[in-house]
């Protein structure tokens, strides 16, 4: 997802503080007549552009009341139930936000970012197939403006499911879309590595590198393997304090100690 620029928090206030009070002037309105229709609709964009503030901030209980009250006057808008699944996602309350999902898709099957978000959200409960399900629906979409995206994803769920040649093959088309971005070729570097294709995984970690000034923990555990398979003692020792220097913490530096450990285990 797109990261949301957040206004100072001075003007938001301001903003939110307007938007009340119209939303207020909005409902008190005469009964009846296409006048009250008008005032309704305002009422429910407002609450929609307060909802949406209000995620901003990361204050998801006063999202979900702006958005519960648009979805109590219109229960089908897909929009709306997309937002509510992101919010109830972003609480904890998993079934909720799978429950909405499914709701804005079957609303709108045709609005391939939902597909996406919710492919996203499967494959970080580790469902896998399931994720793999719905990002074969979008990739096909032609115009979905981020379908590099969703071939990315989708090529990691099939590495997760150990379906090596289909990741091969799915990284491959996102490749041919852009050849610039760099988690695609990152991702074509690590799965041709995982095939033995060494020399392949060599060319095309060295594509990310002449692209991606910030290497990511992935990428450095990747160039201490490559290393050590080219036997570059002073690449792999470049590669292995740049990991414990900028991610101690993380997954890949695990697993380089883990690693580590095992090689000295095995030279005695």
Request: some cysteine.
């Amino acid at each position: 997802m797109s990261k949301v620029n957040i206004m100072p928090r001075h003007i938001v206030t301001a903003l939110l503080i307007s938007a009340v009070l119209l939303l207020t002037a909005c409902v008190t309105t005469k009964s009846g007549g296409v006048g009250e229709k008008a005032d309704q609709s305002k009422a429910l964009e407002t609450s929609l552009q307060l909802a949406r503030n209000y995620i901003s901030l990361g204050n998801w209980d006063q999202a979900k009341r702006h958005l519960q009250y648009v979805e109590s006057v219109n229960k089908n808008n897909p929009e709306t139930l997309e937002t509510l699944a992101v919010v109830f996602q972003n609480t904890g309350e998993l079934e909720t936000a799978e429950e909405y999902y499914k709701r804005s898709i079957q609303a709108a099957p045709n609005v391939m970012r939902t597909r996406n978000n919710y492919a996203v959200f499967l494959y970080d409960l580790g469902r896998y197939e399931e994720a793999a399900a719905q990002l074969e629906i979008v990739a096909q979409d032609l115009l979905y403006e981020r379908r590099v995206e969703a071939f990315l994803n989708l090529g990691r769920c099939y590495v997760k499911l150990d379906k090596y040649a289909e990741a091969e093959a799915t990284f491959r088309r996102a490749f041919l879309m852009d050849r610039t971005n760099p988690g695609v070729v990152l991702a074509l570097a690590n799965i041709y590595f995982q095939l033995d294709e060494f020399a392949e995984s060599q060319r095309y970690f060295q594509a990310y590198e002449s692209i991606e000034t910030k290497p990511s923990a992935s990428a450095l555990w990747l160039g201490i393997r490559l290393a050590d398979t080219f036997d570059d003692k002073n690449a792999r020792a470049s590669y292995a304090l740049a990991l414990k220097n900028l991610f101690p913490k993380s997954e890949e530096y695990l697993l380089y100690k883990a690693y580590i450990e095992q090689d000295s285990g095995n030279s005695r």
